[in-house]
């Protein structure tokens, strides 16, 4: 049963992105905070110091319980105080009309305490401490760091007045205010610079995403500006061409054959063109796609190192790999939280392999349906024999590893020729008898 409860627990955390886990970390880091000053400083030596007598019993029953509620609504308030804070939705002023009147009672009565001889004055301002801390972490999230100061050294004021007319020396009342300063910065610290450094964590995180969709973005646009180039004009002359043979060949004009022909011309360059345009995507340059891997992992914060050079691959098996680094420094950027992406490409005993490690694996079940990314990978590259294993290792890793057979007498890629049509199998028009 528990080994169970330690996998969910694992699963549960693997599924939170790195700012959600931050995020977590603060939250809990705060709540025990509020409970550990509150046994320390409150709990423990009230009870510890109190005497036993009915009215000083009483008041300090009271007190013991008016701090655990402080910590409990506190703990409840953390996570709508950080909201608030980092813009996702307003905080109501009434909801902290509990905390509110708790602190009021958790002040008052060390005081009332002390007057009565119910309670040392020592352990008066614990308790006085640890009741300004649960509050102070939920104020210090709602207000600038101005406010929060110059009424915490209003309070400081008040308090001190109090305690030097409940104990009459001046040293409780200097201990009392050096007491609210370091609840006060304690506050600050663990509230409002934890919540600053989240906030700029997730700019960073939405930066991060906003940069991969705008590389996809440009590609699509490099892509759709490439074929305007291409089938723009010849698209219109054709259409021109085509409208006047028509016409020519409604009048029963000659003309009208060496304008057909002229657009079959036309047909066959576009077709040429295009057949370029997408071999330069298809047959995408090894080299090139390691370096520019390197780049945009880098770029977006991923530590990434490349080992290997492929300047003796052939171009098909260059094409395939070329494939497999762009889809899987693509599947890094979406799918993934890593930090670190290792490239290895090695060529030994006849065999080129790829492979793509990173620290972000998905979770287990969090990935959904198999995209088609890596299916098409598997396609290219049966279609030279070669194979695609990728999956998670080491709890937290994820592999991808491409495999491809080098032939014999292939030539490498700066030797090789272009083949003479591509691998679709049809025949050029231009091999076409009109």
Request: charged share 20%; hydrophobic share 50%.
């Amino acid at each position: 049963m528990f080994s169970g409860v330690r996998r969910w627990q694992r699963r549960a955390w693997r599924e939170r992105s790195k700012a959600e886990r931050v995020e977590l970390h603060s939250l809990i880091t705060w709540r025990a905070t509020i409970w550990v000053f509150a046994l320390s400083w409150l709990e423990m030596p009230v009870a510890g110091a109190l005497r036993h007598r009915p009215l000083p019993l009483v008041l300090g029953g009271l007190l013991l319980v008016v701090g655990l509620l402080q910590c409990v609504v506190a703990g409840r308030l953390a996570r709508p105080a950080l909201d608030h804070y980092l813009g996702r939705g307003p905080l109501p002023v009434r909801t902290l009309r509990a905390s509110f009147v708790l602190l009021v009672l958790a002040l008052v009565l060390p005081v009332a305490l002390t007057l009565v001889g119910g309670l040392a004055a020592w352990t008066a301002r614990l308790a006085i401490g640890a009741a300004l801390l649960p509050f102070g972490l939920l104020y210090g999230l709602l207000v600038t760091v101005s406010v929060f100061l110059r009424r915490c050294a209003v309070l400081a004021a008040v308090l001190m007045a109090v305690s030097a007319l409940a104990v009459g020396t001046a040293t409780d009342a200097v201990v009392t205010g050096l007491l609210v300063a370091f609840a006060a910065a304690m506050s600050l610290l663990a509230s409002r610079c934890g919540a600053w450094t989240l906030s700029v964590l997730w700019e960073a995180e939405r930066a991060r995403e906003v940069e991969a969709r705008l590389a996809v973005a440009e590609e699509r646009l490099r892509f759709g500006r490439d074929l305007h180039d291409v089938l723009g004009r010849n698209l219109a002359v054709i259409a021109l061409k085509a409208e006047l043979a028509v016409q020519l060949g409604r009048r029963g004009r000659p003309e009208a054959v060496e304008q057909m022909i002229e657009v079959q011309r036309l047909a066959q360059d576009s077709q040429r063109e295009v057949r370029a345009v997408v071999r330069g995507y298809r047959e995408a340059d090894l080299g090139a796609e390691l370096a520019g891997a390197q780049g945009v992992l880098e770029a977006a914060g991923i530590d990434c190192a490349v080992s290997g050079s492929a300047a003796t691959l052939p171009v098909p098996v260059q094409s395939a790999l070329g494939w497999v680094v762009r889809e899987a420094a693509t599947n890094v950027l979406r799918h993934g939280d890593a930090r670190h992406c290792t490239v290895a490409l090695r060529v030994a005993g006849g065999l080129a392999e790829l492979t793509v490690e990173n620290d972000g694996a998905p979770p287990p079940g969090a990935a959904g349906r198999p995209g088609s990314g890596l299916a098409g990978l598997r396609e290219r590259l049966a279609d030279l024999d070669g194979t695609l294993r990728a999956g998670p290792v080491d709890g937290d890793r994820f592999r991808l590893t491409a495999q491809v057979p080098l032939a014999p007498d292939a030539p490498p890629s700066s030797t090789r020729p272009h083949p003479a049509r591509p691998s679709g199998g049809t025949a050029p028009l231009n091999e076409v008898t009109p």
